[in-house]
């Protein structure tokens, strides 16, 4: 609504921020893996998987009864799946990125590093 009064200002400070490359969200390829060897222990299995059962299938699996206007592009029923969309969810759930899950139970800072972990260390399965 702020935008609607002042558009001027804020128009300047969208591109203020895309010009100075300072954006309000970490990208994939702005976070390396945090393990020397660039491998890790996380896992699809170990972590993954649980991750996206309890934070994200609700809306998110090709089984969810009410998607609540999640698009259907987007499910994560399976390894492939989330492989194929690391990268979108990487910007949407993962290191400081927490735009999804629409809360109010959001996963921990601590899950959403480890999700991070996963993606950027090669998405062992």
Known sequence: MFYRFFP?????F??????????????????PCPNPD???????TNFVKPFMT???????????MNRRGAPLAYIFDNYESVK?????????SAA????????PDDP?????MKLAE???CGTPK
């Not at 001027?8 to 300047?12: D, M, R």
């Not at 934070?55 to 090709?62: A, I, K, W």
């Not at 194929?84 to 949407?92: P, Y």
């Not at 400081?96 to 809360?103: A, L, S, V």
């Open 96 to 103: 400081n990125n927490t735009t999804m899950p629409p809360g």
């Open 84 to 92: 194929t969309l690391k990268r979108r969810i990487f910007l949407r």
């Open 54 to 64: 309890t934070y994200c299938d609700t809306c998110h699996s090709t089984n969810s």
């Open 108 to 112: 921990p800072e601590t899950a959403r």
């Open 8 to 12: 001027g200002v804020f128009l300047a």
């Open 118 to 120: 996963w993606i950027v």
């Open 14 to 31: 969208f591109l203020f921020v895309q010009l100075t490359g300072c954006g309000l969200w970490t990208k994939f390829e702005d976070y």
């Open 38 to 44: 660039g491998k890790t222990k996380v896992t699809y």
